[in-house]
C-alpha cells in the first residue's frame, strides 16, 4: 500500500506520492519574477529558502485560470524544492500500486507527460502524478 | 566511490588521515617557499622532515605503498640535508617542491581516484642525492620494520649506566613527557632520578618556550646499552641523552648554577618567538557545520526584520523600551554574524602561497626569471571564495608568466631589469576584497588581439572598437594570444573561463594596460557570500534590493535633467557628464509606462560606467542575507540572487553589471 496526498485543481483530482510532499501551506502572494514562464508564479520565501511557486493549473493546461487558489504543496525531490499553487488539498490515501490503471492513450492530450496512470477511489479519477518529470519540467 | 573502501570505520579515519596530509603537504609548502631565504634552515628541513615523516607513517598503516615508496625516498634525501651532507640551494628547494607536487598528486590519487602522473624524473633527480652514497630502491625494509623483532635477553650482565637527560622544547610540544621516559627507564630495571634544576633563571628572564631542567638517571639493569638509548629514540632529536661514565655523573651533578644568559638570550628569543607564532590552537569543524551556523543565524537576522516591521504596525515609537532592547539583539545579532563569518574567512595566504610555486614553476618552464611580490597575505577571504579562486588564479599566473613578460633580452633592451616582476596583491575596498594581479610585461597588444579576434571570427571585419573593449576581447571563449600554444598556459582553458569562474562568485575583473609597461588584472569579490548591504526600493509596486557597493548616489527626480535621445532611449545629465537613464520597471517589464518617478539611483560597475535608474520610491538601506534563486530555480536574467524581507516576502537582488551591460548602448551589442 502506497500513500498518496489528493489535491484539486480546476475541477480535476491528482495524487502525489506522499514522499515527496514536505509541506501543505496556505497560498500565500509571491514575489513576481521578469522573464519567467506564464505558469511560475514567482519565488516565496519557506522557513529561509527561496523556491519557486508553479501555478499548478496553468502548468497543465495554459489555457485555464484557476478562479480560487488556497494551499501550497511544497515538494522535495531530487534535490530541489519547489512549491505548486492549487485549489485545495483533499485528503491522504491508501492505494496499491498495482491497481493502478493506465491513462487511455489520446492524442494531443496535455496531461499525459506528467500523469503516469489512474487512481480509481471511491469511484472518483484521480491522475497520479510523475513528480520528477512535472518538476524537471517545471524548471527547464 | 573508489576501490580502498572496506567499511565504514576505516573510512573515517581513512578521511581523517587525508585531512592531515593534506594539513602536512601546506606546511610543507609553507616551509619550503621560505627555505631558501630563511638562515634557519635546519630548522625547516626539520618541519619539512617531520611532515613528509607522517606523512609515510600514515600512508605505511594504510597500505599505500606508492606514497610510502615515494615519501621515503623524499624523507632520505632530507636526511642527507638534516644531517648536513648537502646545503640547500635553489636547485634543492625547486626539487622539494617537485618532491612536494608529486606527493600532492599522489595523495590524491589514493584519495580522489585521479590520475597519477609520470614522476620518473623527480624520482631520479632525488636519487641523484642518494646516488654518491648508496642507490636508494630498496623500500621494502621500511614496511616491515613495522613487525616486531625478538630480543635475545642475558641474565647475567648487569649494567650500571649513568645518564643525563636533557629534552628540548619540542620534546614537550610535541606532546611528550618526561615521566613516560621515567616508566620505560624504571621497566628495564632499578632507577634512581635526581632533577637538575640549577639552571631555571629568576622569572624576570624566564622563557616558556625553552626547557631549563635536566634530569640525571642513574640506572641498574640487565639491559645493554642499544635497549636503553631505543626507548629515547622514540623521541627523535628533541631529547638529548648524554651516557656518561661515574666521575663525569657525579660532577654533573654537584654542578652549580653556571647560566651564562648574556650570549645564548639573543638568538634564543627569536627563535621563541617564531615557534609561538605557529602555535595558534585550531580545532577541525565540518564546514557543513559552520553553514548550518551561518544559515540559522541569517534566520535570526530575518526575524529581527519581522520583529520591526510589527513594531512599526503597533507603533511602537523609537526610543521606547522595547525598542531600546532590541536594537542592542540587534547589536549583539550583528557580532555574531560577524564572528560566524570570521569563522568561515582564512587569509589568502593559503592561495598566495600556492601561487609561489606556479610562479616557480612557470619561470623555469618559460626560462624568464621572476620575482614574485605579495602584498596583503594576510586579507582574509570567505573560505567558499577562496576554494573557487585557487584555479583562476592560477592561469592568471601562468598567462602574466608567459604571455605577459618578455623574455629577458627583450626586457633588457627596453631598459628594464632582466628579472620580471609579478604582483599578487590583495586588499579591502568598499565592502569588497580586489586582488590584482599585475606584471611589469609588454602590455596587451590591441592590434595582435583585434587581428586574432577576427581570424577567430569572434568580431568581424567592420566592428569598430575602442581600445578598452578590444582588451576585454580576450575573455571571449576560444581566444588565445600565443601563436603556438605553449606548454604552460594553452591547457584549453581561456580567460573567458577565468572571467566566468569570477563572475560566478559574484565579483568582476578589469583589465587595465598599458604597453610596454605591463598589465594589471583586478579581481573585485565580494567579501561573502552570504551577506550584502543592499539599498531597498520600490518600482512597480515590488521591492527590489540594490547593493549598495554598486550605488553612487541616490538623487530625488528632476524632470529637467532627462532628454531624449532617440525613441525610448534617454540621456540624463550628471554632474558634468550625460549618462543612460531608464526606469526600474523595465527590469520586470519591457513596455512598462513611467508613472510614479520619485528617485534616481546612480549606479556603476567595476570600469566606472555609470548609469541612472529611476524608482518609484527609495525605502531604506540594511543588511540582506543572500539566498540563492538557482537551488531550487534557474538563473534569472538581470538578478543575481534574492533575499527574504522583514515580512517574510521575497525581494530579488539586481545585478548592476548585467543591467549596465545591457542598457548602455556602448556595450550592447
Same mark, same amino acid.
Given at each position: ?28 502572494? &509571491? ?73 487511455? @492513450? ?5 496531461? &499525459? ?28 | 566511490? #573508489? ?27 609553507? @616551509? ?243 615557534? &609561538?607564532?605557529? @602555535? ?26 519581522? =520583529? ?129 594581479? @599585475? ?30 573593449? =578590444? ?94 535621445? &532617440? ?30 518617478? #520619485? ?32 537551488? #531550487? ?37
Amino acid at each position: 500500500m502506497e500513500k498518496y496526498l489528493i489535491f484539486t485543481s480546476y475541477n480535476q483530482e491528482y495524487a502525489i506520492d506522499i514522499g515527496v510532499v514536505r509541506e501543505i501551506r496556505n497560498w500565500t502572494q &509571491s514575489t513576481i519574477i521578469p522573464s519567467s514562464p506564464a505558469y511560475v508564479e514567482g519565488i516565496i520565501n519557506i522557513r529561509g529558502t527561496v523556491i519557486p511557486l508553479v501555478d499548478f493549473c496553468k502548468k497543465i493546461n495554459p489555457d485555464r485560470v484557476e478562479v480560487e487558489k488556497k494551499a501550497m504543496i511544497i515538494i522535495e525531490n531530487e534535490d530541489k524544492t519547489i512549491s505548486f499553487s492549487v485549489k485545495n488539498v483533499l485528503d491522504i490515501i491508501d492505494y496499491n500500486k498495482n491497481d493502478i490503471k493506465n491513462l487511455p @492513450e489520446v492524442s494531443q492530450c496535455d496531461i &499525459s507527460d506528467f500523469v503516469d496512470g489512474i487512481i480509481s477511489f471511491d469511484e472518483r479519477v484521480i491522475f497520479r502524478l510523475n513528480i520528477s518529470f512535472l518538476i524537471r519540467d517545471c524548471l527547464n | 566511490m #573508489n576501490n580502498y573502501v572496506k567499511d565504514d570505520d576505516l573510512e573515517t579515519i581513512r578521511q581523517i588521515f587525508f585531512e592531515e596530509c593534506g594539513e602536512q603537504l601546506s606546511l610543507l609548502e609553507e @616551509e619550503l617557499s621560505s627555505l631558501e631565504e630563511t638562515t634557519e634552515a635546519s630548522e625547516k628541513i626539520n618541519t619539512i622532515f617531520r611532515a613528509v615523516h607522517s606523512i609515510k607513517g600514515g600512508a605505511g598503516a594504510f597500505g599505500m605503498e606508492k606514497l610510502v615508496r615515494f615519501s621515503h625516498l623524499f624523507e632520505a634525501v632530507l636526511e642527507k640535508f638534516r644531517s648536513g651532507e648537502y646545503v640547500v640551494n635553489s636547485v634543492s628547494v625547486s626539487i622539494f617542491l617537485k618532491a612536494a607536487d608529486v606527493l600532492t598528486d599522489i595523495v590524491s590519487f589514493y584519495r580522489d581516484g585521479t590520475d597519477l602522473p609520470v614522476q620518473d624524473n623527480v624520482t631520479e633527480e632525488l636519487n641523484n642525492y642518494l646516488e654518491k652514497v648508496e642507490k636508494y630502491n630498496d623500500y621494502s625494509d621500511e614496511v616491515d620494520n613495522f613487525c616486531f623483532n625478538p630480543i635475545k635477553i642475558d641474565f647475567e650482565e648487569e649494567n650500571t649506566f649513568y645518564l643525563q637527560i636533557i629534552p628540548e622544547f619540542t620534546f614537550y610540544e610535541n606532546g611528550d613527557d618526561i615521566r613516560n621516559i621515567l616508566f620505560f627507564l624504571e621497566k628495564k630495571g632499578k632507577i634512581v632520578v635526581e632533577i637538575n634544576s640549577l639552571n631555571i633563571p629568576y622569572l624576570g628572564i624566564f622563557e616558556i618556550n625553552k626547557t631549563y631542567t635536566i634530569w640525571n638517571v642513574e640506572i641498574n639493569t640487565t639491559c645493554d646499552r642499544n635497549e636503553i638509548e631505543e626507548i629515547f629514540e622514540w623521541s627523535g632529536n628533541s631529547i638529548k641523552v648524554n651516557f656518561l661514565n661515574h666521575e663525569n655523573f657525579l660532577e654533573e651533578k654537584n654542578k652549580k648554577f653556571t647560566f651564562s644568559n648574556k650570549e645564548k638570550e639573543e638568538p634564543i628569543l627569536g627563535k621563541a618567538l617564531q615557534n &609561538s607564532h605557529k @602555535e595558534n590552537s585550531t580545532i577541525r569543524i565540518d564546514t557543513k557545520r559552520v553553514d548550518n551556523l551561518v544559515n540559522l543565524l541569517s534566520e535570526i537576522v530575518i526575524n529581527q526584520g519581522s =520583529i520591526r516591521a510589527q513594531m512599526k504596525i503597533n507603533d511602537i515609537r523609537s526610543g521606547s523600551p522595547l525598542d531600546i532592547v532590541i536594537s542592542d539583539l540587534e547589536q549583539l545579532t550583528h557580532e555574531l554574524q560577524e564572528n560566524v563569518m570570521a569563522m568561515r574567512a582564512h587569509p589568502i595566504k593559503m592561495v598566495f602561497q600556492r601561487m609561489g610555486r606556479i610562479v616557480r614553476e612557470t619561470s623555469r618552464i618559460s626560462n624568464k626569471r621572476v620575482i614574485l611580490h605579495l602584498e596583503g597575505e594576510d586579507t582574509e577571504v570567505d573560505r567558499s571564495i577562496l576554494e573557487k579562486l585557487s584555479d583562476p588564479l592560477t592561469h592568471m599566473v601562468r598567462n602574466a608568466i608567459d604571455h605577459g613578460l618578455e623574455s629577458e633580452d627583450i626586457r633588457t633592451v627596453s631598459g628594464k631589469s632582466s628579472e620580471g616582476n609579478l604582483f599578487l596583491r590583495a586588499f579591502h575596498r568598499s565592502g569588497r576584497i580586489i586582488i590584482e594581479v @599585475e606584471d611589469d610585461g609588454s602590455g596587451l597588444n590591441c592590434d595582435k588581439i583585434y587581428r586574432k579576434a577576427l581570424s577567430k571570427g569572434i568580431i568581424n571585419n567592420n566592428s569598430i572598437m575602442e581600445k578598452e573593449e =578590444i582588451q576585454n576581447l580576450i575573455f571571449s571563449p576560444g581566444f588565445s594570444t600565443v601563436d603556438n600554444v605553449s606548454d604552460l598556459s594553452g591547457r584549453g582553458v581561456g580567460m573567458d573561463v577565468v572571467k566566468k569562474s569570477i563572475s560566478d562568485m559574484g565579483g568582476r575583473i578589469s583589465i587595465f594596460s598599458k604597453e610596454n609597461e605591463g598589465t594589471l588584472f583586478s579581481i573585485s569579490l565580494p567579501l561573502t557570500l552570504s551577506v550584502v548591504e543592499g539599498l531597498i526600493f520600490r518600482s512597480h509596486n515590488q521591492i527590489f534590493i540594490i547593493p549598495v557597493s554598486s550605488v553612487v548616489e541616490a538623487l530625488l527626480f528632476q524632470k529637467n535633467k532627462i532628454f531624449e535621445i &532617440s525613441e525610448g532611449v534617454w540621456g540624463f545629465s550628471y554632474r558634468n557628464q550625460y549618462i543612460p537613464i531608464f526606469h526600474s520597471g523595465k527590469i520586470i517589464n519591457n513596455n512598462f509606462i513611467n508613472e510614479n518617478n #520619485n528617485s534616481y539611483i546612480i549606479i556603476e560597475n567595476e570600469k566606472r560606467e555609470k548609469i541612472a535608474i529611476i524608482v518609484d520610491e527609495i525605502i531604506d538601506q540594511s543588511r540582506f542575507v543572500v539566498k540563492s534563486i538557482e537551488k #531550487n530555480y534557474k538563473k534569472i536574467e538581470g538578478f543575481s540572487s534574492a533575499t527574504i524581507l522583514g515580512d517574510g516576502g521575497v525581494a530579488l537582488i539586481v545585478d548592476v553589471d548585467f543591467l549596465i551591460e545591457t542598457f548602455c548602448s556602448k556595450n550592447h551589442r
